[in-house]
């Protein structure tokens, strides 16, 4: 049986024989992408395989022909054309001050110069100049032109994206390095550059302006990812006794208009760790900048899984105007769910993933939202039991213990007054912590929102309000939103929730289970 190559990131080594790992060919899509152009970009969140596509580049245009044997691309590549590449990877480094970014940058470069054996200035505080002395160096000494290659190019930025200032530096200094690169034209043959977050070209590239973005190309829709495919045909030996559907509610749905793709980490992982259905990816991140968002940012949270942007919004994102909803596209916990255009104009509506990120996203959110940390598990658990078994009563019951533990310093520090539709948001976020499969149906500034929540052979409408005089109960019954259902024969309930922002609680809760009618033969 293959090795899983869990954790490695070059191709050389999936590809050694003696490492036996297992390997999914995307050459195919790494041919179409060099013959269509010169100068790309692909956003795509982290752990989703961007270092290794940089390398299997590298080793490509560096006709490393042994390690493509067997691949698509193998017979249809010029081995004989080697070209020189200089690869730059901001993963790793200090970019907290000038002379760090400028040590870490600068070190970066020479270790480039060393392997082509080209000479740079050795001057520490002036890292473009050797960068801009390693393109001409390199087409001189080679007699081909060269092929950029840089990894997690936004790094200097992303760490940090709460130090505004820090922030706005860094890209500066990037902007004016990547500009570089369109100055020596002249000497280039492909420039190639990955990332997580997708800034705007105003910002960051204003004057690489040339750079192609395929990171919602339906043509490069597949080429970081697994598709359900490629798992089935190339984990193969890996599969027995895995249930297909499962796997995909939990781990696949990141859309970016074709097929929709796993991320690469979390199917390696759940093979490996026993195939027990956990948090892979998301455990292996820092996602409370999230939360400092969310503070300077309030928003309903069914709100964002439906959150629709235009074609302007997708593409203005910058260190002075960074939009939450577009942050948690970029980063990995919102996907496309459709595109849209009316007007001329482009629009685009999101989505959750899937389950791992459905279920980690709103406990991050519950988090925040109520600080009953530890407590929260218990609530959870005790909600699951009463949606699976119709016990309202007993629904009712812990819904107002929750909010009745919320502690003091949440209204302290003004939560929930700077946080409109926070009523609903907590109850939105519980229940979909729970992996329930939830339609959020309806928001408005007011705070209420219509929810349908499917639990087992049971269907729940529900309807929030706050400080409203009318019957929530009525209200559903007006609308008939549920009528959709009857045909599906499962048990469907109606539940109507009044909040009081005086009494910061439930003040009212109504509930009707529907009774089908029999139809006579």
């Known amino acids: 049986m293959k090795r899983l ?41 982290r752990r989703f395989g961007k270092s290794v596509l940089i390398s299997t580049l590298y080793e490509l245009f560096r006709c490393n022909r042994e390690l493509f044997k067997g691949l698509y691309i193998e017979d249809k590549w010029d081995w004989d054309k080697r070209y020189p590449v200089i690869k730059i990877s901001f993963g790793s480094g200090d970019f907290s001050s000038e002379r760090k970014f400028d040590r870490t940058l600068y070190d970066i470069l020479k270790d480039n110069a060393e392997r082509l054996d080209v000479e740079c200035e050795q001057i520490l505080e002036m890292p473009n100049s050797c960068f801009r002395q390693l393109i001409r160096g390199s087409y001189k000494k080679f007699g081909q032109k060269v092929v950029v290659l840089i990894d997690e190019y936004d790094r200097p930025i992303l760490d940090f994206i709460t130090d505004k200032e820090r922030a706005k530096f860094n890209r500066d200094k990037l902007r004016t390095f990547y500009s570089l690169v369109k100055d020596l034209d002249e000497y280039i043959r492909f420039v190639f550059l990955t990332g997580v977050s997708k800034f705007s070209k105003l910002s960051l590239f204003s004057e690489l302006n040339n750079l192609r973005d395929i990171s919602i190309n339906p043509t490069f829709a597949t080429l970081c990812g697994y598709t359900h495919e490629e798992v089935l045909d190339t984990f193969k030996e890996h599969l027995d006794g895995v249930d297909l559907d499962k796997l995909k509610e939990w781990y696949n749905g990141y859309n970016y208009f074709g097929e929709p793709v796993y991320n690469p980490f979390d199917v390696l992982l759940f093979l490996a760790e026993d195939r027990e259905y956990r948090p892979y990816w998301w455990s292996t991140g820092n996602s409370s900048f999230l939360i400092e968002l969310l503070k300077s940012q309030p928003r309903y949270l069914p709100d964002l899984e439906n959150c629709i942007v235009d074609d302007l919004a997708l593409n203005a994102f910058d260190v002075a105007q960074i939009d939450i909803a577009t942050l948690l596209w970029q980063t990995g916990y919102l996907t496309f769910d459709k595109k849209l255009e009316k007007l001329g104009t482009i629009f685009y509506k999101f989505k959750i993933p899937n389950r791992e990120i459905q279920m980690s996203l709103n406990s991050l959110f519950l988090d925040y939202l109520t600080n009953l940390k530890k407590k929260s598990l218990i609530f959870r658990s005790e909600l699951y039991d009463c949606l699976i078994q119709g016990n309202m009563e007993l629904f009712k019951d812990i819904l107002h213990r929750l909010f009745a533990s919320i502690p003091y310093q949440n209204y302290a520090k003004s939560i929930i007054q700077n946080y409109e539709g926070y009523y609903a948001s907590v109850i939105y976020a519980y229940i979909a912590s729970l992996g329930l499969k939830l339609i959020p149906e309806d928001v408005s500034n007011k705070g209420r929102v219509d929810m349908t929540v499917f639990a087992g052979d049971k269907i729940y409408v529900m309807e929030f309000k706050v400080d409203s005089p009318d019957s929530t109960l009525e209200q559903i019954k007006q609308k008939k939103d549920y009528e959709k259902y009857l045909a599906s024969h499962q048990s ?22 529907v009774v089908l009618k029999r139809t006579e033969c």
């Open 5 to 45: 190559p869990i954790g490695i990131q070059t191709f050389s080594k999936l590809r050694d024989p003696e490492e036996d790992f297992v390997y999914v060919d995307k050459t195919p899509y790494i041919l179409e992408l060099v013959k269509s152009g010169q100068y790309f970009f692909l956003s795509r969140p």
């Open 492 to 513: 469907i309930y109606l539940v109507g929730i009044e909040f009081s922002s005086e009494e910061k609680n439930i003040v009212g809760f109504d509930w009707e289970k």
